[in-house]
């Protein structure tokens, strides 16, 4: 069975940092582009970053470019996203996913860790 | 960025009817469409890929239709565990999604 699980959500003050981890199980993760997106409370879907199968190849929405890093290690099947500089409107429950193929539709979901940015 | 619009917002849908909801992109994203359900306090789950290809372990009431920049979810003879909240996704370029149509019970 596939599982995401992620951890490291939490209050924290606008221009603080948080560091997001990602645990994968029951599929070939280095095999995988894998990604974060973000909801707002109440709101809809947000692509935050993607992180191709080998490490190399980041991307990142505008709204978090150059605060925002992900990262992988396929030895321990764990995907990071450090945030940096965050803001009030990165307030969101964050979800990391695995991309379907060759494709940015979401083969697999995790359960969301909530990150609230406030003073 | 391409932008995707759903319609209607809302959908009040008696158990055992048909649901038709309506995504439009801004632009022909072909058929890189993917439909997701979410319930509650959980994490959206892929039902639709390819604008008409289910999903493993997506019920064969849930169809998908379009191409270009029109698109279609039909949820045949609602079940009680249909009524959530279904967005739209475009991936022919980085992911941009809909606003959700939420499937309420009438």
């Known amino acids: 069975e596939v599982q995401l699980l992620e951890s490291g959500g939490d209050l924290v003050q606008p221009g603080g940092s948080l560091s997001l981890s990602c645990a994968a199980s029951?599929?070939?993760?280095?095999?995988?582009?894998m990604s974060w997106f973000r909801q707002a409370p109440g709101k809809g879907l947000e692509w935050v970053s993607a992180?191709?199968?080998?490490?190399?190849?980041?991307t990142y929405a505008d709204s978090v470019k150059s605060r925002f890093t992900i990262s992988r290690d396929n030895s321990r099947n764990t995907l990071y996203l450090q945030m940096d500089s965050l803001r009030g409107e990165d307030t969101a429950t964050y979800y990391c996913?695995?991309?379907?193929?060759?494709?940015?539709?979401?083969?697999?979901w995790g359960q969301g860790t909530l990150v609230t940015v406030s003073s | 960025e391409i932008v995707m619009t759903q319609s209607p917002a809302t959908l009040s849908v008696s158990p055992g009817e048909i649901a038709t909801l309506s995504c439009r992109a801004s632009?022909?994203?072909?058929?890189?469409l993917a439909w997701y359900q979410q319930e509650p306090g959980q994490a959206p789950r892929l039902l639709i890929y390819g604008a008409s290809t289910r999903a493993t372990g997506t019920p064969a009431r849930f169809s998908g239709s379009g191409s270009g920049t029109e698109f279609t979810l039909s949820i045949s003879s609602l079940q009680s565990e249909d009524f959530a909240v279904y967005y739209c996704?475009?991936?022919?370029?980085?992911?941009?999604f809909g606003q959700g149509t939420k499937v309420e019970i009438k």
């Open positions: 632009q022909s994203v072909s058929v890189s």
């Open positions: 996704q475009q991936y022919k370029t980085w992911p941009t």
């Open positions: 992180l191709s199968g080998d490490g190399l190849t980041p």
């Open positions: 029951g599929f070939t993760f280095a095999n995988f582009v």
């Open positions: 996913a695995a991309l379907l193929g060759a494709t940015t539709a979401v083969a697999f």
